[in-house]
């Protein structure tokens, strides 16, 4: 099962507004890394926030993280029709020997012009 | 361009047949992760290798192996292939054996099984 689940699974605003994305997990992490995909291909790394780690931000991206609730927010801030795709957040567990990067299902993006 | 290069683009074969899905990292990294990723099941961890030695295995069925060659590239084999196996397969890499860093992907095989 996936480790992270986003919220929405679909989100669709005018060009310009703000775009925010959720994302619960269940175990404690390492770190939340945040990745981006346009349809059909390759996942790109957006941001990484560690556990230690409350809030991070990368030019138009703010990403929080609350590890007492587990969750975490991406917030993309003046959107632009080029910022439509797929957001998934992935986690990285804590003392695990094992270094998988659990995806979540993902927000599918629209940004209308 | 991420600098993970994953050959074929594309592959349609038949039922029960078997395929060879190849990956090259970054140059550099060590890591090297495959994913599937299907329409109703998301993007699922198959399996991480470092340096050589498998390091995590997830939702990886038998009827698919991988392995990592001294020069560090990756081969994800599929056989015995079923209709349901016809997805998206990505490579990942990564410098670090634990993920502290981010994860480059490539732009994945589609494999279509009919």
């Known amino acids: 099962s996936q480790q992270g689940e986003e919220d929405p699974q679909a989100l669709s605003i005018q060009e310009g507004e703000n775009a925010t994305m959720n994302c619960s997990y269940k175990t404690s992490i390492n770190n939340l890394q945040w990745y981006r995909q346009n349809s059909g291909r390759g996942l790109v790394h957006l941001i990484l926030i560690r556990s230690n780690e409350r809030e991070k931000h990368s030019g138009r991206l703010r990403v929080t993280l609350d590890t007492s609730k587990k969750s975490s927010s991406l917030l993309i801030t003046a959107s632009r029709a080029a910022d439509t795709a797929s957001y998934f957040c992935?986690?990285?567990?804590?003392?695990?020997?094992?270094?998988?990067?659990?995806f979540g299902s993902g927000t599918r993006l629209s940004i209308r012009p | 361009d991420s600098g993970v290069t994953q050959t074929p683009k594309h592959l349609i074969t038949a039922t029960g047949q078997r395929v060879t899905l190849r990956c090259s990292p970054r140059?550099?990294?060590?890591?090297v992760y495959w994913y599937q990723q299907s329409l109703d099941q998301g993007l699922q961890f198959l399996i991480q290798y470092y340096n050589g030695e498998e390091r995590a295995k997830g939702n990886i069925l038998e009827r698919f192996s991988a392995q990592q060659f001294p020069d560090l590239h990756s081969e994800l084999n599929l056989s015995s292939l079923e209709l349901g196996d016809s997805a998206l397969y990505f490579c990942a890499s990564s410098g670090d054996r634990l993920p502290n860093t981010e994860a480059f992907f490539g732009q994945g095989t589609r494999l279509t099984v009919v």
């Open positions: 140059s550099g990294d060590l890591s």
């Open positions: 992935a986690t990285v567990a804590l003392y695990s020997s094992a270094s998988k990067i659990i």
